[in-house]
């Protein structure tokens, strides 16, 4: 569903003839939603069970982007990715708290797969993008087809995710609480990676139609760029982590990340854009799972609490994002603005030692 909408922003932008300001504004709307609730998501999952706030998550998805594609005015556009984002946010954390039950259970690290499986969503849906925008589909009749496949999917396999919490909420269940300082850093790692990730995908179709002229098929090769490249790094994420540990995984992929950026700033060639955002989305690939399994750990028995806590730090990177992003390149160019990735990564790549358990 994510990476679906994603390829379609550029239609979504000339539907209702948004300047690069109002398109950060709507999508920043998202970010939002997801990081002024996830912690109190948090506490609501807690007493009522993550797989409850996992499946009206995606419930959200599946009803609101259709409406999202026939908006009529930038100020309903913004109403409705707000909403997106409060189910978009909340569930990824209980997909991560599940997660997290899981792993230990297993005794060995498996975050970065179950996230390359939502990454291998994103390749699909990319590829879904890119073939109705070829074939001159409406993003709505797109969206709505995709609901319906998503919404018989969760139907058919929710009672089978397994919720250790679930029915089990005591006196002594968390309620809200800020995250401590170790926390605090974790956080810090996952909001660089996170404003990586956000660019690439949402802005990747438009900076190829800008700079190198693409045609919009082209430019929705950008998201499934991205999207490859993160299933691939994430697939085989546990198995490098497990030879060389998460603090030369996590660091040796902001290095990536910075030459995919060097190659945006000088490219004026659609292959070779398109072969820097798969750099973007493999250096990255690794990063969010495992600030999310190392915040995890941290929790105890309600990990959905420092995994909130981490998540809204780095979703806070999903508001800035779009922001900065969008603003930057009204005041210069897009080129200009991807230059704020290639700091984050060189935060990435300083930061990564705070993952060592």
């Given at each position: 569903?994510?990476?679906?909408?994603?390829?379609?922003?550029?239609?979504?932008?000339?539907?209702?003839?948004?300047?690069?300001?109002?398109?950060?504004?709507?999508?920043?709307?998202?970010?939002?939603?997801?990081?002024?609730?996830?912690?109190?998501?948090?506490?609501?999952?807690?007493?009522?069970?993550?797989?409850?706030?996992?499946?009206?998550?995606?419930?959200?998805?599946?009803?609101?982007?259709?409406?999202?594609?026939?908006?009529?005015?930038?100020?309903?556009?913004?109403?409705?990715?707000?909403?997106?984002?409060?189910?978009?946010?909340?569930?990824?954390?209980?997909?991560?708290?599940?997660?997290?039950?899981?792993?230990?259970?297993?005794?060995?690290?498996?975050?970065?797969?179950?996230?390359?499986?939502?990454?291998?969503?994103?390749?699909?849906?990319?590829?879904?993008?890119?073939?109705?925008?070829?074939?001159?589909?409406?993003?709505?009749?797109?969206?709505?087809?995709?609901?319906?496949?998503?919404?018989?999917?969760?139907?058919?396999?929710?009672?089978?995710?397994?919720?250790?919490?679930?029915?089990?909420?005591?006196d002594h269940t968390p309620g809200f609480a800020w995250p401590?300082?170790?926390?605090?850093?974790?956080?810090?790692?996952?909001?660089?990676?996170?404003?990586?990730?956000?660019?690439?995908?949402?802005?990747?179709?438009?900076?190829?139609?800008?700079?190198?002229?693409?045609?919009?098929?082209?430019?929705?090769?950008?998201?499934?760029?991205?999207?490859?490249?993160?299933?691939?790094?994430?697939?085989?994420?546990?198995?490098?982590?497990?030879?060389?540990?998460?603090?030369?995984?996590?660091?040796?992929?902001?290095?990536?990340?910075?030459?995919?950026?060097?190659?945006?700033?000088?490219?004026?060639?659609?292959?070779?854009?398109?072969?820097?955002?798969?750099?973007?989305?493999?250096?990255?690939?690794?990063?969010?799972?495992l600030t999310f399994a190392a915040a995890g750990r941290i929790?105890?028995?309600?990990?959905?609490?420092?995994?909130?806590?981490?998540?809204?730090?780095?979703?806070?990177?999903?508001?800035?994002?779009?922001?900065?992003?969008?603003?930057?390149?009204?005041?210069?160019?897009?080129?200009?603005?991807f230059g704020i990735v290639g700091l984050l990564a060189l935060?990435?790549?300083?930061?990564?030692?705070?993952?060592?358990?």
């Amino acid at each position: 569903m994510a990476a679906s909408f994603a390829g379609r922003i550029p239609a979504l932008q000339e539907g209702l003839h948004l300047t690069a300001g109002e398109l950060g504004l709507a999508l920043l709307m998202i970010s939002l939603g997801c990081v002024s609730t996830m912690q109190y998501g948090a506490v609501v999952a807690a007493r009522v069970g993550q797989r409850t706030v996992l499946l009206a998550g995606f419930a959200c998805w599946a009803v609101l982007l259709p409406l999202v594609a026939v908006a009529p005015s930038v100020l309903v556009l913004c109403l409705l990715l707000f909403l997106v984002g409060v189910g978009s946010g909340n569930a990824d954390v209980a997909m991560n708290a599940l997660g997290v039950h899981v792993e230990r259970r297993v005794g060995r690290s498996i975050m970065s797969g179950l996230h390359g499986l939502w990454s291998v969503g994103g390749v699909g849906g990319a590829a879904i993008a890119a073939l109705c925008a070829h074939q001159g589909i409406s993003p709505m009749r797109q969206f709505a087809g995709v609901g319906v496949v998503v919404a018989i999917v969760v139907a058919l396999c929710w009672r089978r995710w397994e919720d250790p919490a679930a029915g089990r909420s005591t006196d002594h269940t968390p309620g809200f609480a800020w995250p401590t300082r170790r926390v605090l850093v974790i956080g810090l790692i996952a909001f660089s990676a996170v404003f990586v990730e956000f660019s690439g995908t949402d802005w990747s179709a438009v900076f190829l139609r800008d700079v190198t002229s693409a045609s919009p098929g082209t430019a929705a090769l950008g998201v499934v760029a991205v999207a490859s490249a993160m299933a691939l790094g994430r697939l085989t994420g546990d198995f490098v982590v497990r030879r060389v540990g998460a603090v030369a995984t996590v660091r040796t992929g902001g290095l990536v990340v910075i030459v995919g950026v060097a190659v945006l700033l000088t490219t004026s060639a659609s292959w070779s854009g398109i072969v820097a955002f798969g750099l973007l989305g493999l250096g990255v690939s690794t990063a969010v799972p495992l600030t999310f399994a190392a915040a995890g750990r941290i929790g105890g028995d309600h990990p959905g609490q420092q995994i909130a806590a981490v998540a809204t730090l780095g979703y806070g990177a999903g508001m800035a994002s779009p922001f900065l992003i969008g603003l930057v390149t009204q005041l210069s160019s897009i080129q200009v603005a991807f230059g704020i990735v290639g700091l984050l990564a060189l935060g990435i790549v300083a930061l990564a030692p705070r993952l060592r358990t």
